[in-house]
Protein backbone atom coordinates (compact mmCIF):
# COMPACT_ATOMS: atom_id res chain seq x y z
CA UNK A 1 0.00 0.00 0.00
CA UNK A 2 1.23 3.24 -1.04
CA UNK A 3 1.95 6.11 1.90
CA UNK A 4 2.70 9.03 1.30
CA UNK A 5 5.53 10.38 2.71
CA UNK A 6 4.73 13.51 3.94
CA UNK A 7 1.66 11.65 5.42
CA UNK A 8 4.70 9.16 6.88
CA UNK A 9 6.08 11.76 8.40
CA UNK A 10 3.61 13.34 10.74
CA UNK A 11 1.92 10.10 10.97
CA UNK A 12 5.20 9.31 13.09
CA UNK A 13 5.34 12.84 14.44
CA UNK A 14 1.55 12.45 15.96
CA UNK A 15 2.43 8.52 17.37
CA UNK A 16 6.11 9.61 18.91
CA UNK A 17 3.73 12.86 20.34
CA UNK A 18 1.23 10.18 21.74
CA UNK A 19 -1.34 10.13 19.24
CA UNK A 20 -2.81 7.96 17.09
CA UNK A 21 -4.20 9.37 14.06
CA UNK A 22 -7.29 7.83 12.34
CA UNK A 23 -9.11 9.36 9.55
CA UNK A 24 -13.08 9.59 9.15
CA UNK A 25 -15.61 11.26 7.04
CA UNK A 26 -17.54 12.10 10.05
CA UNK A 27 -15.49 14.87 11.67
CA UNK A 28 -12.49 18.05 10.07
CA UNK A 29 -10.82 17.32 13.26
CA UNK A 30 -11.22 15.63 16.70
CA UNK A 31 -9.28 14.19 19.66
CA UNK A 32 -11.04 11.79 21.83
CA UNK A 33 -9.13 12.64 25.54
CA UNK A 34 -7.43 8.55 25.13
CA UNK A 35 -4.84 9.06 22.49
CA UNK A 36 -6.50 9.05 19.03
CA UNK A 37 -6.79 12.23 16.72
CA UNK A 38 -9.57 11.88 13.81
CA UNK A 39 -9.01 13.88 10.92
CA UNK A 40 -11.13 13.74 8.02
CA UNK A 41 -10.53 11.73 5.46
CA UNK A 42 -9.91 13.24 2.26
CA UNK A 43 -13.16 13.59 -0.07
CA UNK A 44 -14.25 16.04 3.54
CA UNK A 45 -11.48 18.23 3.36
CA UNK A 46 -10.62 21.10 1.46
CA UNK A 47 -9.01 21.08 -1.73
CA UNK A 48 -5.85 22.74 -0.19
CA UNK A 49 -5.44 20.28 3.15
CA UNK A 50 -2.95 17.88 3.44
CA UNK A 51 -2.81 15.52 6.72
CA UNK A 52 0.68 16.67 7.73
CA UNK A 53 -1.09 20.28 7.75
CA UNK A 54 -4.20 19.13 9.52
CA UNK A 55 -2.06 17.36 12.01
CA UNK A 56 0.31 19.92 12.70
CA UNK A 57 -3.01 22.15 13.55
CA UNK A 58 -3.50 19.67 16.52
CA UNK A 59 -0.51 19.56 17.71
CA UNK A 60 -0.40 23.00 18.21
CA UNK A 61 -3.74 23.63 19.91
CA UNK A 62 -2.12 20.49 22.36
CA UNK A 63 0.83 23.22 22.80
CA UNK A 64 -1.44 26.17 23.50
CA UNK A 65 -3.41 24.19 25.95
CA UNK A 66 -0.76 22.57 26.75
CA UNK A 67 -0.16 18.68 28.65
CA UNK A 68 -2.80 17.81 30.79
CA UNK A 69 -5.25 19.07 27.75
CA UNK A 70 -4.02 15.95 25.87
CA UNK A 71 -6.18 13.57 28.41
CA UNK A 72 -9.56 15.72 27.30
CA UNK A 73 -11.66 15.52 24.33
CA UNK A 74 -10.54 18.23 21.66
CA UNK A 75 -8.31 19.75 24.35
CA UNK A 76 -11.08 21.39 25.91
CA UNK A 77 -11.98 23.62 23.11
CA UNK A 78 -15.48 24.09 21.90
CA UNK A 79 -15.46 24.97 18.10
CA UNK A 80 -19.08 25.93 17.82
CA UNK A 81 -19.39 28.94 19.47
CA UNK A 82 -16.58 32.01 19.70
CA UNK A 83 -15.94 31.00 23.43
CA UNK A 84 -11.91 29.68 21.97
CA UNK A 85 -11.50 32.34 19.27
CA UNK A 86 -8.36 33.71 21.18
CA UNK A 87 -7.32 30.46 21.40
CA UNK A 88 -7.81 29.36 18.03
CA UNK A 89 -5.79 32.83 17.01
CA UNK A 90 -2.55 31.78 19.47
CA UNK A 91 -3.09 28.61 17.66
CA UNK A 92 -2.17 30.12 14.27
CA UNK A 93 0.45 32.11 15.65
CA UNK A 94 2.08 29.35 16.97
CA UNK A 95 2.07 27.66 13.71
CA UNK A 96 3.49 30.41 11.84
CA UNK A 97 6.17 31.08 14.21
CA UNK A 98 6.97 26.90 14.16
CA UNK A 99 6.74 26.88 10.56
CA UNK A 100 8.52 29.70 9.92
CA UNK A 101 11.72 28.59 11.06
CA UNK A 102 11.77 26.32 7.99
CA UNK A 103 10.29 28.44 5.47
CA UNK A 104 7.10 26.17 5.41
CA UNK A 105 4.45 29.31 6.86
CA UNK A 106 2.53 28.68 3.40
CA UNK A 107 3.03 25.10 2.68
CA UNK A 108 1.73 24.03 5.87
CA UNK A 109 -1.24 27.07 6.01
CA UNK A 110 -4.62 26.36 7.55
CA UNK A 111 -7.39 26.38 5.46
CA UNK A 112 -10.41 26.53 7.81
CA UNK A 113 -12.27 30.08 7.99
CA UNK A 114 -9.38 30.88 10.25
CA UNK A 115 -7.37 31.34 6.99
CA UNK A 116 -7.43 35.37 6.59
CA UNK A 117 -6.46 36.13 10.20
CA UNK A 118 -3.38 33.77 9.47
CA UNK A 119 -2.37 35.41 6.77
CA UNK A 120 -2.71 38.65 8.02
CA UNK A 121 -0.12 37.64 11.07
CA UNK A 122 3.00 39.97 10.29
CA UNK A 123 6.59 38.39 9.95
CA UNK A 124 7.03 37.72 13.85
CA UNK A 125 3.92 36.18 14.47
CA UNK A 126 4.60 36.72 18.55
CA UNK A 127 5.52 40.26 18.42
CA UNK A 128 2.58 41.83 18.22
CA UNK A 129 1.48 42.43 21.89
CA UNK A 130 -1.59 44.25 21.15
CA UNK A 131 -3.21 41.38 19.82
CA UNK A 132 -4.23 39.07 23.37
CA UNK A 133 -3.64 35.70 21.38
CA UNK A 134 0.08 36.68 21.49
CA UNK A 135 0.84 35.67 25.07
CA UNK A 136 -0.56 32.49 24.98
CA UNK A 137 1.25 31.66 21.51
CA UNK A 138 4.10 32.53 23.02
CA UNK A 139 3.62 30.06 26.21
CA UNK A 140 2.91 27.34 23.43
CA UNK A 141 6.14 28.38 21.74
CA UNK A 142 7.71 27.45 24.98
CA UNK A 143 6.36 23.96 25.73
CA UNK A 144 7.37 23.15 22.16
CA UNK A 145 10.94 22.94 23.84
CA UNK A 146 9.36 19.97 26.02
CA UNK A 147 8.30 16.45 26.25
CA UNK A 148 6.12 14.96 24.74
CA UNK A 149 6.64 17.55 21.50
CA UNK A 150 10.35 17.66 21.47
CA UNK A 151 12.03 16.98 19.57
CA UNK A 152 9.39 15.20 17.21
CA UNK A 153 8.13 18.16 16.20
CA UNK A 154 10.99 20.03 15.12
CA UNK A 155 12.12 16.70 13.36
CA UNK A 156 9.01 16.33 11.30
CA UNK A 157 9.29 20.09 10.12
CA UNK A 158 12.97 19.45 9.29
CA UNK A 159 11.94 16.23 7.47
CA UNK A 160 8.96 18.13 5.43
CA UNK A 161 11.47 20.49 4.26
CA UNK A 162 13.87 17.73 3.29
CA UNK A 163 10.95 15.96 0.98
CA UNK A 164 9.49 19.34 -0.21
CA UNK A 165 12.47 21.02 -1.37
CA UNK A 166 13.44 17.61 -3.19
CA UNK A 167 10.49 17.71 -5.29
CA UNK A 168 11.11 21.17 -5.87
CA UNK A 169 14.55 20.80 -6.85
CA UNK A 170 13.56 17.92 -9.08
CA UNK A 171 10.95 20.24 -10.36
CA UNK A 172 8.23 18.00 -10.14
CA UNK A 173 4.55 18.53 -11.27
CA UNK A 174 1.46 17.42 -11.46
CA UNK A 175 -0.16 17.91 -14.81
CA UNK A 176 -3.36 16.85 -13.61
CA UNK A 177 -3.97 19.76 -11.28
CA UNK A 178 -4.57 22.99 -11.86
CA UNK A 179 -3.07 24.21 -8.17
CA UNK A 180 0.37 24.83 -7.31
CA UNK A 181 2.03 22.30 -5.70
CA UNK A 182 2.94 22.21 -2.14
CA UNK A 183 6.45 22.24 -2.84
CA UNK A 184 5.83 25.69 -4.44
CA UNK A 185 5.16 27.56 -0.98
CA UNK A 186 8.47 26.88 0.13
CA UNK A 187 10.08 30.16 1.54
CA UNK A 188 13.77 29.63 0.72
Given at each position: ??????????????????????????VYA???????????????????????????????????????????????????????????????????????????????????????????????????????????????????????????????????????????????????????????????
Amino acid sequence: MYLDPLDAIWLTVADRIGFRVERSAEVYASTDGKGVMTIGDPSTLDADDCLAQMILHELCHSLIEGEKSIGVPDFGLDNESQRDVIREHACLRLQAWLTDQHGLRQALAPTTDFRIYYDQLPKDPLADEADPATATAKQGAARSANAPWAPHLQEGLAATVKVLRSASDLGAADPASTKPPIWSKLQR
